[in-house]
């Protein structure tokens, strides 16, 4: 049997929890709505689990109509937030690893929502313009720098093999989970076809403390960090999945064949 796409995972809100699909249509900038929504401080710099592992308990979900966030931890007793995008409030310059994009300000009932969870002044904006990717001459919301990030299940099965706790692929925020390519194969791909699309890996994904949060509770440990840096150093950063650029959209579902048809 040959490799099979088993996830597909998009993330509304950068940094917080994902909405599993069971089927999508490929878009330049990846799966419709990813990171379509950040937040970030009053001057413009985003917010992510690195400063505030709280985020991993947001919940949100987006329909192109309302973003639904709930929050996973109901000793919070936070109710619901339920916003209809605006499209005409004020496009504020915002920076995303210090890469300048913009954002339309999407008013003061969310901001104060999540910053009464975050304990923290924030505002909420949408992604608006352009932004190209680092390299491989994509183009990316607010996804830290590439559309996609591809892992292979059995690259976790590796490392879950060397711990003591397994962990799950959530830890690793994925957008496209691949069967059948082998523990760490996705490195030796360059060029694979799912389904309908082609996708184009073109960086190795350098790991932070984000994996070491729990995204069901918000807590932050020492795995899987500690042990990834034993045997998954590389360039003097930890890797772990590879990030991919669309070279042709179309639809996407769980249980498409993957077909290798590149080696990098």
Not at 141 to 154: Q, T
Not at 236 to 258: E, S
């Amino acid at each position: 049997m040959g490799a099979v796409l088993t996830e597909l995972n998009v993330y509304p809100l950068k940094s917080g929890g994902g909405t599993r699909l069971s089927t999508a249509e490929l878009t330049p900038k990846g799966l419709p709505y990813d990171r379509e929504f950040m937040l970030t401080t009053p001057e413009g710099r985003f917010l992510s689990q690195r400063d505030h592992a709280r985020m991993a308990l947001l919940r949100p979900s987006y329909d192109g109509v309302e973003l639904a966030v709930e929050v996973a931890d109901p000793a919070l007793a936070f109710t619901p937030l339920f916003h209809k995008p605006v499209d005409d409030g004020p496009v504020l310059d915002v920076t995303v690893h210090r890469q300048q994009c913009q954002g339309v300000d999407q008013g003061d009932e969310a901001a104060d929502w999540f910053g009464a969870l975050l304990d923290t002044e924030v505002r909420l904006v949408r992604f608006t313009g352009h932004r190209a990717t680092s390299r491989g001459g994509g183009e990316v919301a607010f996804a830290d720098g590439y559309p996609l990030l591809l892992i292979s299940a059995e690259s976790l099965a590796d490392l879950n093999g060397r711990l003591d706790v397994p962990l799950p692929m959530n830890r690793f925020r994925p957008n496209l989970v691949v069967s059948g390519l082998g523990a760490f194969g996705e490195d030796t791909v360059r060029r694979l076809r799912i389904g309908a699309t082609e996708i184009e890996l073109v960086k190795a994904c350098a790991r932070c403390v984000i994996t070491t949060t729990d995204q069901e509770s918000g807590e932050r440990g020492r795995e899987p960090l500690r042990t990834l840096a034993r045997y998954r150093t590389i360039d003097r950063g930890i890797r772990f999945g590879m990030n991919g650029v669309p070279r042709t959209t179309g639809p996407l579902a769980v249980g498409d064949p993957v077909e290798v048809l590149e080696r990098a």
